[in-house]
């Protein structure tokens, strides 16, 4: 059984920064697909970045260049370093888990039903 567990997160002024972080068990790991999502109130969950097993990224356009994904598959954790927060970023984010029990992720997703992993979620508040 996959247990994706976050920490961090909070609340914050626009322009502050956070860092989500998400720890899972499971010995493969290093070789799936890994992502942050996000859903505003009233809002459908969208894909905010994703990284292959190889360490290539994507982003969403709103986003570029102020968030960055990582991982440390050593420790089975996901990171999300977020950078000059807008009140916009307010949300719930959650981080996923690709993990399809064969293969090797080498294209990010940020695909909502690509995923069938989900971390419990955590509350990103940012005022202006």
């Known amino acids: 059984q996959v247990q994706l567990v976050q920490s961090g997160g909070g609340s914050v002024q626009a322009g502050g920064s956070l860092r989500l972080s998400c720890a899972a068990s499971?010995?493969?790991?290093?070789?799936?697909?890994l992502g942050w999502f996000r859903q505003g109130p009233g809002m459908e969950r969208e894909g905010v970045a994703g990284?292959?097993?190889?360490?290539?990224?994507r982003y969403a356009d709103s986003v570029k260049g102020r968030f960055t994904i990582s991982r440390d598959n050593a420790k089975n954790t996901l990171y999300l370093e977020m950078n000059s927060l807008k009140p916009e970023d307010t949300a719930m984010y959650y981080c996923?888990?690709?993990?399809?029990?064969?293969?090797?992720?080498?294209?990010?997703?940020?695909?909502?039903?690509?995923?069938?992993?989900w971390g419990q979620g955590t509350q990103v508040s940012v005022s202006s």
């Open positions: 990284i292959a097993s190889n360490g290539v990224t």
């Open positions: 499971g010995s493969t790991y290093s070789r799936v697909c």
């Open positions: 996923a888990a690709r993990m399809l029990g064969y293969g090797l992720c080498l294209v990010p997703r940020m695909n909502v039903d690509q995923y069938n992993y």
